[in-house]
């Protein structure tokens, strides 16, 4: 797992890997078999199947506290797990073959105030071995530009986070895993976001992306909600409103809750 800040590991590259030959055949990124996890006194997440396909923007929509950072934890391996398995990219998660392959950026940013954008990229490129161009790379592709000669420490919130999104976009993972990533941006590069994860979909890397905000449905290939542990819809978002006949994401959720209410 590839941390979007200081915790990262190295490993082989990933295209002399035997691992990555063997499974670049398999459809999914990752698939999640009756997976349980109790958090404190809670199940958190009550016994989930699903899979994320390669090579697309899946969102995992639901409200705040229905288990989205934690199911995102259980991806990249940092989570305690109760039942079930997870497998990422034909790997158990968290094994140490997927240490670069997967690119994790978390709600908290975690990149080193003290230096400058260039500064932390630069820093975390000779980490994970990835090539210098990739700063100007990431810096580019994040928009931070403007920036770059920047103490990290004095940007605001939404551009620290696009820091850490950069360093997780350093060494061109085939997995990110990324919570919440354009929360505290303007609709601009939002927007702007959107269009790089949708780039870096078309150029093969999956993408696993948590929201809170239904009008980002719309913006992925597919969608996951989630609602008290609970997967309560997997399913484009044309197929989503087609089935519940709603006109917007939104709507569609609560259409599908009060449909699995009415059944009990
Ligand atoms: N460290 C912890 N110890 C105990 N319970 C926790 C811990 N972290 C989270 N929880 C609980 O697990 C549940 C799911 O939390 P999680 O952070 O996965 O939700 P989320 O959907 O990501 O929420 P948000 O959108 O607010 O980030 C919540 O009820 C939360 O209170």
Redesign the pocket.
Known sequence: MRLSGACRLTQSKRDNSSVARSDRNSASAIVVEGLRVR??K?D?LRGLTVSVPRGQVVGLL??????????LRCVVGVQKVAAGSVTVLGQPAGSAPLRRRVGYVT?ASSVYDDLTVRENLRYFARVLGAPASDVDRVIDETGLGDQAAQLTGSLSGGQRNRVSLAAALLGAPELLVLD?PTVGLDPVLRSELWGLFHRLAHAGTSLFV?S?VMDEAARCDRLML?RDGEVIADDTPEGLLQSTGAPDAEAAFLSVIRQREAKR
């Open positions: 958090r404190g809670a958190v639901g409200p705040s506290g229905s288990g989205k950072t934690t199911l709600q919440e948590s809170h989630l």
